[in-house]
């Protein structure tokens, strides 16, 4: 598991990025950075576009659970800080972050995709029948309550 503070922190000594709004949604837009990093109160426009020429480009981008003042600290700097692209990556090893939400994506869809998984026509029919029968009873379970309170004071 790679430490996003401290992978941000090495990648800002150590390599190339570049920070602000601006030129991330230009790097977004062109694919010349490596990674994106948004903070989590990035404005909703700047963040859209952000997302939508990343996608666009293939360009992976990373939303920082902190604020834009966290983002800012732990990149050492006395300024806020809302987004930065990573141009080169340095002696860090912020690029595994982006690598490793793929692998679990295909573990989660991989059971769906299996041969083993076969729908039957019999046990889906008798599910619907169940619903019907459970949705039936609690209907009735309905009228019978209503009945009781029929001319009783509840606030006593």
Not at 24 to 41: E, M, R, W
Request: hydrophobic share 40%; proline share 4%; glycine share 8%.
């Amino acid at each position: 598991m790679v430490d996003v503070d401290k992978a941000l922190s090495i990648v800002v000594k150590t390599g190339k990025v570049v920070f602000g709004a601006r030129n991330a949604v230009q790097n977004a837009q062109t694919g010349k950075a490596k990674l994106i990093v948004i903070a989590a109160n990035c404005p909703a426009n700047i963040r859209s576009d952000i997302e939508y020429y990343s996608k666009v480009s293939g360009v992976p981008v990373i939303v920082y659970r902190g604020t834009s003042i966290d983002l800012g600290m732990v990149c050492g700097k006395p300024f806020v800080v809302s987004a930065l692209s990573v141009k080169e990556p340095g002696d860090s090893d912020i690029l595994k972050l982006v690598e490793q939400p793929e692998i679990e994506e295909e573990i989660e869809e991989k059971p769906f995709e299996s041969e083993e998984f076969v729908e039957d026509e019999e046990s889906v029919e008798a599910a619907e029948e169940e619903a019907i029968e459970v949705e039936e009873d609690l209907e009735g379970i309905a009228t019978e309550d209503e009945g009781d309170f029929e001319g009783e004071d509840v606030n006593d």
